[in-house]
């Protein structure tokens, strides 16, 4: 067998490893009714802010705890609970993509994924992401 | 009857729009002219069409730059009548800014894009001479592509373009709504302005460099394609070689002025978090210096060729594809975006297939060519009718491309038969495994930034397909793609570090060893010796700077080695074997610089130290692990870090509102002593959001970030109400000597006064007076003494406040207990006093400087090794 087989076949072998690995370290979109079924498994769930609900953030008590409501697509309301600081101009933004897991029935957040309003934003100046994990950038 | 709009300047419109025409036709009459210069070349009609070619060339140069000029025009003098400069600037905008303004849009960044093609392509008309054809035609093409963008034209119903030009009242978004009817709707009308995280230095400068280096990338390639056009496979190689490495610099630099701008304006906390938009720039970047080794390898050998085509054809290509991925929302979105939608996107797609086809068409001849022109045509009709429907738009891919890579190999063993074996130890074959350890690098980046478009093509019948199988054989891999659903991955920096670090580690391996292998063969005494030296060195370094720094995982202990290792051997091989000749040294130090980028951005990033840990009492359990945010409130004093942080208030400049944060540290006196201050900032925008920028001490072995997460910003109207109120008061029961804690102060009650002076109080014969004495200590560590006064007169009483305005208090004593001695205080706050806080996050990056010598390094060394190529061309042009 020649070297260049070698290596082509090596590189085939780790290409087939990151694609799989790719599939199954990615997590899912769901709703809430799917993310209940199963509790303490990682979900993006998107949905709308309900405003008329309280938006909690006492810092006094903690700083990285807040907690809102969301609307997923199916119109299914859960209380969210973000473990982080309440990102800025939260009211405004019209609809957010959570990350997390239920637990009870609530949604444990650890990043949100805010949609800002202004329609013309285009890429990345329309979304802000707000992470509370300490390992989530290098 | 008609409206006439009073105040308009629609003939700068009018000028802008015949300029874009102008700019579309002089691409395609360069198009179409070099083709035929080329068909007719060594022909008598030769010079005419090069004459024709370059005219139009420049008829599209002089256009494009009049595009810019208007639109700048408009910007300058803020005619929101055109919806762009309406959109991305307003009058209260620092002039400095317009030319973040000008590049905010989708179609400003394309006319940039154009722009550096169309100086390069100068450079390149002038240069290229006998590719000057072939090279200039694919230029042209892409022009041409790329001024079709801004048109603004409907065939049909097909819109194509959009038109920077664009009246604000003609927008769709506009021309319905009742404002825009009437005349004068300009005379109060001001732009959206800036998006507050662009109006930044940083931004100024880092798109045009990233467009540079998105444009050098298309010259390597025209040169790749040319030569397979001119079936000329490896004479290409030669004169692209100074473009690659132009390419690999200025992008390179693009990228990491990206990060810089990430790090010193965004809230994120790092310079680098595989971010979408960050990857879609860093993967042509990899495969283009991957690209530019296998053509090195090919110099010596004449081995590798059709690597090198293709990743030279692959690095454009992801340019393109990323420039899709980014601007098309596709990312953004979580499923709802269609591939329909035939907008700019749209259009970059067809660019896009165009440019993986036109290589299949050139390696093609006589009846061949033409049934696949039918077929590929067909296809294209097919896959653009539907929609991109696709399986047929990958059908397109795929076979075009597979004629591309057999009619190479083809091409080759006709001319050369077939490729010869390389030697183990020479550097060619390592140089060779190095680039296509960063082709597999770049695809895992590519494929994992990719997950929205998989679910578009999984969703339909592929979907069904893994759905079918996953009952066939349940597994987790099966039923996650029949969903169709994937987001990104949880943990985005795990997923990517687990995959690039290896890379990084073998990478390091081989620049720090590659340069002492000789091409063919390399004596092993030789090698052992020099190796021997470097790799002990690096494990000396590896062991100081992993103890020091307390690195314990073992791929980290491994990267850390692999990046010594490449700054060591690289800079051996700099003062032993080339003895600092500077001419040569352009590899190595651009090495030294990349070994130095790993070191920095595992030691900065591996070992960043969130200092601003939260100390609540409340504990939240393991479901929020996360307490990175600390509340500071105004004066107050916590410990953080190696530091005391002191939160001093708040200060208004124009749209910023600063927050003043002290970092004390103890001094040998034993007293808190002031080191240096922040001012992280909050931008108020009221159209776009407010958004929070950091402020960072820089060091130069560390930096301390501190950003501010949360604060209440309040309009002055608010805050004056707020310095008038008070908030519910508080009661405590006291006896002498208790202490009570307010917001801000310290309050001790330390001693009971009954003599009551008569004039200042008020009190009369008779009275019973007492004064309960206060003791405030603020935690600015200001001593006052306040003292409220209880009164008995006859059969009612009364009370005498005292207010204690500097530090917003007030002090009742409105009953005493005589049994228990004990006092009844009530104090109110004024409502500033609890509104004044601010959640803030502090992190120190230790060693970032490392990172940012080495990108310096990396662009000089770059830069460098283009010069020498450069003038070696020349020198060899004029001996000849």
């Not at chain 2, 210069?37 to 004459?51: N, Q």
């Not at chain 2, 400095?96 to 394309?110: A, D, K, M, R, T």
């Not at chain 2, 790799?535 to 080695?561: D, R």
Request: charge should be neutral; hydrophobic fraction near 45%; aromatic fraction near 12%.
């Amino acid at each position: 067998m020649k070297k260049g087989h070698i290596v082509a076949i090596v590189i085939i072998a780790v290409a087939i490893g990151m694609i799989i690995s790719t599939f199954l370290d990615s997590s899912t979109y769901a709703t809430f009714e799917e993310a209940m079924e199963q509790p303490g498994k990682e979900f993006h769930v998107s949905g709308k802010l309900n405003l008329q609900k309280d938006m909690v953030y006492n810092p006094e008590q903690n700083a990285n705890l807040f907690s809102f409501y969301l609307v997923d697509s199916e119109g299914l309301e859960k209380k969210v609970m973000f473990n982080g600081s309440k990102p800025q101009d939260f009211e405004r933004s019209e609809s957010v993509v959570i990350t997390g897991k239920m637990k009870g029935d609530a949604f444990l957040a650890d990043k949100i994924l805010m949609k800002c309003p202004s329609k013309y934003n285009d890429g990345k100046e329309g979304l802000k992401e707000f992470k509370s994990d300490p390992s989530a950038s290098l | 009857m008609d409206i006439v709009y009073q105040g308009e300047h629609t003939g700068w419109g009018t000028l802008g729009n015949l300029f874009t025409v102008l700019s579309f036709s002089g691409a395609l009459l360069a198009a179409v002219a070099y083709t035929f210069a080329h068909r007719y070349r060594a022909t008598s009609e030769e010079g005419s069409w090069k004459k024709i070619a370059r005219t139009g060339y420049y008829l599209h140069s002089v256009s494009v730059l009049g595009i810019i000029g208007v639109l700048f025009y408009l910007l300058f003098n803020h005619y929101f009548e055109f919806h762009y400069v309406w959109q991305h600037s307003n009058t209260a905008m620092p002039m400095q800014y317009i030319l973040s303004c000008f590049w905010e849009g989708q179609e400003g960044s394309f006319l940039l894009w154009t722009f550096w093609n169309m100086v390069l392509g100068h450079i390149l008309m002038r240069s290229a001479r006998e590719w000057e054809f072939t090279t200039m035609a694919i230029v042209a093409v892409v022009q041409a592509f790329l001024a079709s963008m801004l048109l603004g034209v409907y065939i049909g119903d097909v819109h194509i373009g959009s038109n920077p030009f664009l009246l604000l009242r003609e927008h769709p978004d506009f021309r319905d709504l009742p404002f825009v009817q009437q005349a004068d709707y300009l005379k109060n009308l001001d732009g959206r302005g800036l998006n507050p995280l662009l109006q930044n230095w940083w931004m100024t400068i880092h798109p045009p460099t990233l467009f540079l280096g998105f444009s050098a990338t298309l010259f390597p390639f025209a040169y790749a394609v040319a030569g397979i056009w001119r079936a000329e496979l490896r004479s290409w190689i030669k004169p692209a070689l100074p473009w690659t490495f132009f390419g690999i610099s200025i992008l390179g630099t693009g990228i990491l002025m990206g990060g810089a701008w990430a790090y010193e304006a965004l809230s994120f906390g790092g310079f680098w978090a595989w971010d979408p938009v960050e990857n879609a720039s860093l993967v042509p970047w990899l495969t283009l210096v991957a690209g530019g080794h296998v053509m090195l390898v090919n110099q010596r050998n004449g081995q590798s060729l059709i690597t090198a085509i293709f990743l030279i054809f692959i690095s454009f290509i992801l340019i393109l594809y990323s420039t899709f991925l980014t601007r098309s929302g596709i990312l953004g979105e979580s499923s709802v975006h269609a591939f329909t939608d035939l907008g700019m996107s749209g259009q970059l797609l067809i660019y896009l297939l165009f440019f993986v086809w036109l290589p299949s068409a050139f390696v093609l001849r006589n009846k061949a060519l033409i049934i696949w022109l039918a077929i590929s045509g067909s296809l294209l009709v097919i896959s653009l009718s539907s929609g991109f429907m696709k399986l047929v738009t990958f059908a397109f891919l795929a076979v075009s491309l597979y004629i591309m890579l057999n009619g190479l190999r083809k091409m080759l063993t006709a001319v050369e038969g077939p490729e010869q074996e390389e030697n183990i130890s020479s550097r060619e074959f390592w140089m060779f495994v190095g680039a296509l350890v960063l082709l597999i690098s770049a695809f895992q980046i590519t494929f994992s930034t990719s997950t929205p478009v998989i679910n578009k093509f999984l969703a339909g019948n592929l979907a069904s397909l893994f759905s079918w199988l996953n009952d066939l054989i349940p597994n987790e891999l099966f039923a996650k793609l029949s969903e169709a659903k994937l987001a990104p991955q949880q943990d985005v920096i795990k997923h990517y570090n687990a995959w690039q670090i290896p890379f990084a580690i073998v990478t390091g391996l081989l620049m720090g060893s590659g340069q002492f292998l000789r091409y063919k063969q390399t004596p092993r005494a030789e090698l052992i010796r020099r190796l021997g030296v470097v790799t002990a060195v690096s494990l000396i370094l590896t062991g100081i700077c992993g103890a020091l720094l307390e690195i314990k995982e073992i791929m980290l202990v491994m990267l850390l080695f692999a990046s010594f290792f490449a700054v060591a051997g690289n800079a051996q091989f700099l003062f032993t074997v080339l003895k600092g000749k500077l001419p040569k040294a352009g590899p190595s130090i651009a090495h030294i610089g990349f070994g130095l980028i790993l070191l920095g951005a595992l030691i900065s990033a591996g070992k960043k130290q969130f200092i601003s840990r939260n100390v609540s009492p409340f504990d939240l359990g393991k479901d929020f692990p996360n307490n990175e945010n600390i509340l500071l409130a105004r004066n107050d004093t916590v410990k953080m870090g190696d530091y005391l942080v002191s939160y001093r208030g708040d200060s208004t400049a124009g749209i910023n509102i600063y927050y003043k944060v002290d970092y004390l540290q103890t001094g040998e006196d034993g007293k808190p002593k002031k080191v240096f201050s922040l001012n992280p900032f909050i931008q108020t925008n009221p159209r776009m959001g407010n958004v929070a920028e950091p402020a960072t001490k820089h060091y130069l072995h560390k930096d301390i970030f501190t950003h501010v997460t949360y604060a209440k910003v309040e309009t002055p109207e608010e805050k004056r109400k707020a310095e008038s109120g008070w908030q519910e008061p508080t009661d405590h029961e006291l006896r002498v000597g208790d202490t009570v804690f307010t917001s801000n102060a310290m309050v001790i009650l330390t001693g009971i006064n009954k003599n009551i002076d008569a004039a200042r109080y008020g009190t009369q014969q008779g009275d019973i007076a007492v004064g309960a004495e206060l003791k405030v200590l603020g935690v600015d560590n200001e001593a006052s003494m306040v003292m409220p006064v209880y009164m008995i007169r006859g059969f009612s009483t009364a009370t005498v406040d005292t207010v204690l305005e500097r530090k917003g208090l007030a002090f009742s004593l409105w009953k005493i207990d005589p049994e228990k001695e004990r006092f009844h205080i009530r104090i109110r706050e004024k409502t500033s006093n609890a509104a004044d806080f601010i959640i803030l996050k502090a992190i120190i990056f230790p060693g970032i400087n490392i990172l940012w010598l080495g990108c310096v390094l990396m662009g000089i060394g770059t830069g460098m090794a283009v010069w020498v190529r450069v003038r070696q061309q020349y020198r060899k042009r004029a001996e000849a």
